[in-house]
């Protein structure tokens, strides 16, 4: 089965500090997402990534930024951190193949508080 | 840009009832539609994948539909069971690999 870990579940952070969260699958695959979700919004993309040290912004890529210096690993960075960034962060990895049919498998999720 | 839609936002059932729930996208060049369930605080679970070239898929008590002239997806549960109390998310992709655009949900509840 494919997995896709978060590094925490529950995070507490305070206004202005640099908050990393981590997201890594184990199943080789090429591209890779990060959506937060809040209610009434739905979910929505922030960055995603086709490819090691590549990076395409989302809808809502503003007070964020991501890493992905090796292929299973995908970091988003948040500068500093505000309020307005408390949510539930989900990472997503689904693999590319030609001419379609893929899945997007997603982790358990971080939910983020800002105080 | 595409916009997905879900209706109802919410819905209450008897176990045992069969339901639909809809998810209606408003640019017929989607490319992919995923049918996700997610329980409260948890992440998404994919249920259905329907390709780009495909009318529909089943697993086990789920069919998802997609007809992409009219913009619309179902997915049809039978013989519902309070287990499938979650909230289901459709989601669209517009190429091959891209991000989803994913509706707001509807909140199933079924009792007992």
């Known amino acids: 089965d494919v997995k896709v870990t978060q590094s925490s579940r529950y995070l507490v952070k305070r206004t202005g500090e640099k908050v990393f969260l981590e997201c890594v699958q184990d199943m080789d695959h090429e591209n890779m997402f990060w959506y937060r979700q809040d209610p009434g919004l739905g979910l929505r993309l922030i960055y995603f990534?086709?490819?090691?040290?590549?990076?395409e912004k989302g809808d809502i890529p503003e007070g964020y930024s991501v890493s992905r210096e090796k292929k299973e690993r995908f970091s988003l960075i948040l500068e500093s951190a505000s309020t307005n960034q408390t949510s539930m962060y989900l990472c997503?990895?689904?693999?590319?193949?030609?001419?379609?049919?893929?899945?997007?498998?997603f982790g358990p999720g971080t939910r983020l508080l800002v105080l | 840009k595409q916009e997905v839609t879900q209706i109802p936002a919410a819905l209450s059932v008897p176990e045992g009832e069969n339901l639909v729930l809809n998810c209606s996208f408003t640019d017929s060049a989607i490319y992919n539609l995923q049918w996700f369930r997610q329980d409260p605080g948890k992440g998404l679970t994919s249920l259905l994948l329907?390709?780009?070239?495909?009318r529909e898929q089943t697993s086990g008590r789920l069919n998802a539909s997609l007809d992409k002239s009219s913009g619309r997806s179902t997915l049809y549960i039978a013989a519902s069971q309070p287990g499938d109390s979650a909230t289901y998310l459709c989601?669209?992709?517009?190429?091959?690999?891209?991000?989803?655009?994913f509706g707001e949900g509807t909140q199933l509840t079924v009792n007992p």
């Open positions: 997503a990895s689904t693999p590319w193949i030609a001419g379609g049919g893929e899945t997007q498998y």
């Open positions: 990534s086709y490819d090691v040290k590549m990076k």
């Open positions: 989601a669209g992709t517009e190429t091959s690999g891209s991000r989803l655009t």
């Open positions: 329907i390709q780009s070239s495909q």
